[in-house]
């Protein structure tokens, strides 16, 4: 009997993956690919699309013949993307820029103009919080500075786009990655015209905004051989990479909020219709026609725990240098970390923002900053999640995904700090699994999105220590309060 399966390609920072499922949502086979990153002057932060490119064709070769499918068995292969980055194309698709990403910051002040200036009125337009991570400020920056690539450009597209476009020589760009942009209005479902007049572009230069259920077909030839596919495969556009995590690890209900945490982090949680922060501090991004995401990313997850790490020389593992911070008592014997040594988008929105141990003292040792950088990452997503909070009510369940999913202690961290079961789906693909599952979707493979909770092995429940999370409570009071303070010291 011959068997189906499904491609979920995810277009990462960090890497590439290529992850081939069967219909019922277990992992055949992977194949990752890690991505280079450009710093060409401080604050700029760029990849080379071509080398993606290059990554994605490789990695679907690899993950097929890895899986040891034939090509007809592959029903489907669905994009998930990072948000936020941009490229400058000509008319035949070259990139005349590398990728500007998320963490490019050299539009900051372009983003202090507008934020202080008619930012919030954008805002409450868009569901963007005004950031230099967004193309819409990143035009601004190309505009104003006389940028050769913006000048020469015919077309403006994400990272995705480009593919799409490459493969397909179509250029459609899904509701939430054109969400992202800081140029859509999830009311109207099109693009806004006055901050498209702002950023000196036209709308044909922007692509054609399409469902995630979007099918294409007709591969390029060449491409196709290069991947080992058959150039009728189907190709279902999907979405960015948030929502369609919180739909691989099942948290699409009213009430169920997602929790990632890689390099960066975020915290996330479906709702229906637009919901903004009446303090701009989250974001709220379609998915579908009636559906959005609302949430905050924070910039600082993993990374920050990777810095101290290399800061303090350590040789073990990442596992094991997590290890240490168990041998210290919750609130790191008062050594409090202000988490923010890459600026900060959610809660703070502000670039600005600088890291901050308080409450050194004599007695404090490796593993008391290892869990008090630990504690400072968690109470961050707390902070964003209580202002999800106020948009959208309690929590009534916590997935949990991303590379810290995997330490036991942060999984027991976040139980006690946020006071909640922990859910973690036994596969770390949750993202590339929300795109197959799209794909699945797209060809009437499976009822709705929802059906997917049915197809999640997950693992047993983190439930909180009172006791723990009576001592967090505390604390987490004086880290507000920190933060707050701070605030006027971040220049």
């Not at 197809?455 to 309060?481: L, R």
Request: proline share 4%; charged share 20%; hydrophobic share 40%.
């Amino acid at each position: 009997m011959t068997q189906e399966f499904v491609l979920g390609l995810d277009i990462g920072t960090t890497s590439v993956k290529a992850c081939i499922f069967h219909l019922n949502g277990k992992l055949e086979a992977e194949v990752e690919k890690l991505n280079t990153f450009y710093y060409p002057e401080t604050g700029w932060a760029e990849q080379d699309p071509e080398e993606l490119e290059r990554s994605s064709v490789a990695a679907i070769k690899e993950a097929i013949e890895k899986a040891g499918i034939e090509k007809h068995e592959l029903l489907a292969v669905a994009f998930s993307a990072a948000m936020h980055s941009l490229i400058c194309i000509d008319e035949e698709g070259k990139p005349l820029s590398k990728a500007l990403i998320w963490a490019d910051g050299r539009g900051f002040a372009q983003a202090e103009r507008i934020a202080e200036t008619n930012g919030k009125t954008i805002y409450a337009k868009t569901g963007t919080p005004i950031h230099p991570m967004t193309p819409f400020i990143k035009l601004l920056w190309m505009k104003e500075t006389n940028y050769q690539p913006y000048n020469q450009a015919k077309y403006f597209m994400s990272i995705k786009e480009y593919l799409l476009y490459r493969w397909f020589n179509e250029r459609v760009i899904d509701y939430s990655m054109a969400s992202a942009t800081g140029l859509f209005n999830p009311d109207t479902l099109k693009w806004e015209p006055e901050l498209l007049r702002q950023t000196g572009i036209s709308e044909d230069q922007l692509s054609a905004i399409v469902s995630p259920t979007k099918v294409l077909t007709g591969i390029d030839q060449q491409i196709a051989a290069e991947m080992g596919i058959d150039i009728e495969t189907a190709f279902v556009i999907g979405a960015a990479d948030g929502q369609l995590a919180n739909l691989g690890i099942g948290a699409i209900l009213p009430g169920e909020v997602a929790v990632s945490v890689g390099t960066s982090g975020a915290i996330r949680q479906f709702t229906k219709g637009a919901k903004i922060s009446e303090n701009q501090e989250t974001f709220c991004y379609s998915f579908t026609e009636d559906s959005t995401i609302i949430g905050g990313p924070t910039n600082n997850g993993g990374i920050v725990l990777q810095w101290l790490k290399d800061l303090l020389g350590s040789k073990e593992s990442f596992g094991e240098f997590l290890s240490f911070a168990e041998q210290v008592p919750p609130g790191a014997d008062g050594l409090i970390f202000l988490p923010y040594i890459n600026g900060e988008r959610a809660p703070l929105w502000n670039q600005r923002a600088k890291g901050n141990f308080y409450g050194v003292t004599v007695t404090h040792k490796k593993e008391h900053f290892i869990r008090a950088v630990l504690e400072g990452i968690t109470f961050n997503l707390y902070q964003i999640g209580k202002a999800l909070e106020e948009l959208t009510g309690e929590p009534k369940k916590l997935y949990v995904n991303g590379g810290l999913a995997r330490s036991p202690l942060w999984l027991q961290m976040m139980a006690d700090i946020f006071e909640a079961d922990i859910y973690v789906p036994e596969s770390h693909h949750s993202a590339a699994w929300g795109a197959a599952w799209t794909a699945l979707v797209a060809m009437n493979k499976a009822a709705s999105f929802e059906e997917i909770k049915e197809n999640i092995p997950m693992s047993a429940a983190i439930v909180p220590n009172p006791q723990n999370s009576a001592i967090y409570k505390k604390i987490y009071q004086n880290y507000v309060m920190l933060a707050k303070d701070m605030e006027k010291y971040f220049k």
